[in-house]
């Protein structure tokens, strides 16, 4: 664990007081790509400072972005001089969200030339449905000794009907970066819906672009190649942070308020925590979790053994998965989990069973979990940031 921090958990403890939430990560990366629609300034506003930010940050400053940091969460970034032939190939190697860099240089320089993005390995994240929405815009696609090359035709992207071949997020990002930046209408359609992509959708209509279908899976998009970017623009709540907060609350049996919890999200998560007997209340933008919850897995009808699955927007998030799990080791009864969109996400779960956990992993998308067990320390790492949090929530039963 050389560039990584260690930490040292004393469990088996009640929590008290209040959790405040931090912008949505998945948010801030796109936007801070964004930024690169406008050569004007703009301020992004509720920034969670962490390793993917700082990264992508890196990426625009060596691309010649100016950035400086006017509040504790707060950018103020600038790419009226950016040159996209300077890629710091460090860092576009270190972050997956490097990728949404493609689609908006591509729309205002017409090139770009960069290596395989990196990230967190939680399954087989493939760059396909990027390159085939930039190609339905007219650009070309050159792959060549893990460095690949898209290229606009001479007289720019083009206005397109496009049907996403997966409901990607960075890749319905990515495209509505680049079509939002393209003069002409571009139809988009099975794109993905997620709060962080609404977030995009609204500066980008700030910036001068019309969208239609905000919050649906067909977004009608009106381009305008002189967007000017707003003075500032504030993300939204992390609701992923906030469902693992609550996860936290319910393991420790702890009461816990939740403030600028973006509430207004949380409603997949409340239905798949509801599959443990589990409940929250909202107030105003807060959220409530009463202490001493009695965590039972509930049966499906007819059934023995109830199913949490993990879906797309609007339905339970794959990122909750890792938190979902941990939850069902503290939960009288069995529950079968299905990870429906990463193969790797389970693979983490191996960790809980040196706890003491009672895990089958029955094949890469599939844990049938049964408790309630009571988990003991061990040295442990994490493979990925979620099941970070799952592991951290582990030790804190």
């Known amino acids: 664990m050389s560039d990584q921090q260690m930490f040292i958990i004393q469990g088996e403890a009640r929590l008290k007081g209040t959790l405040h939430v931090d912008g949505n990560k998945n948010a801030a990366l796109p936007l801070i790509a964004a930024s690169i629609v406008s050569p004007y300034p703009v301020v992004l506003k509720r920034i969670p400072q962490i390793l993917d930010v700082q990264r992508m940050c890196e990426i625009l400053t060596h691309m010649g972005a100016d950035i400086t940091i006017p509040a504790q969460d707060a950018l103020l970034i600038n790419t009226a001089n950016l040159d996209p032939s300077r890629i710091h190939t460090a860092a576009w190697e270190a972050v997956r969200a490097a990728i949404l860099f493609v689609g908006p240089i591509v729309s205002r320089f017409g090139n770009i030339a960069f290596p395989t993005p990196g990230g967190d390995v939680i399954g087989r994240r493939r760059l396909d449905t990027h390159f085939l929405t930039l190609q339905a815009m007219g650009a070309s696609v050159d792959c060549q000794q893990n460095r690949f090359v898209v290229t606009a035709p001479p007289e720019g992207l083009h206005p397109a009907s496009i049907f996403l071949d997966e409901a990607s997020v960075t890749a319905t990002e990515n495209i509505l970066l680049a079509a939002a930046s393209t003069p002409g209408t571009t139809t988009l359609e099975n794109v993905a819906c997620e709060p962080h992509v609404q977030d995009l959708t609204d500066f980008l209509c700030q910036c001068g672009a019309q969208i239609e ?111 979902a799990v941990v939850l069902a080791t503290q939960a009288e009864g069995a529950i079968l989990i299905h990870e429906k969109l990463y193969e790797s996400r389970l693979f983490f779960v191996d960790k809980l069973v040196r706890m003491g956990a009672r895990i089958t992993l029955c094949d890469p998308h599939r844990a049938l979990i049964i408790g309630r067990t009571e988990l003991f320390g061990t040295k442990l790492e994490s493979p990925d940031i979620r099941a970070g949090i799952a592991l951290l929530t582990a030790a804190l039963c």
């Open 213 to 323: 279908g905000r919050g649906s899976n067909r977004l009608i998009v009106h381009g305008s190649e002189t967007l000017k970017a707003p003075d500032e623009f504030a993300i939204g709540a992390d609701y992923i942070q906030t469902g693992a907060f609550i996860g936290i609350a319910l393991c420790t049996q702890s009461e816990l308020r939740i403030s600028q919890a973006g509430t207004k999200y949380l409603k997949p998560i409340e239905i798949g925590l509801a599959k443990y007997g589990a409940r929250f209340q909202i107030d105003g933008d807060d959220v409530i979790v009463p202490g001493n919850q009695p965590l039972r897995a509930v049966e499906d009808i007819g059934t023995s053994v109830g199913k949490l699955d993990s879906q797309p927007w609007p339905g339970f998030p794959s990122d909750m998965t890792s938190t």
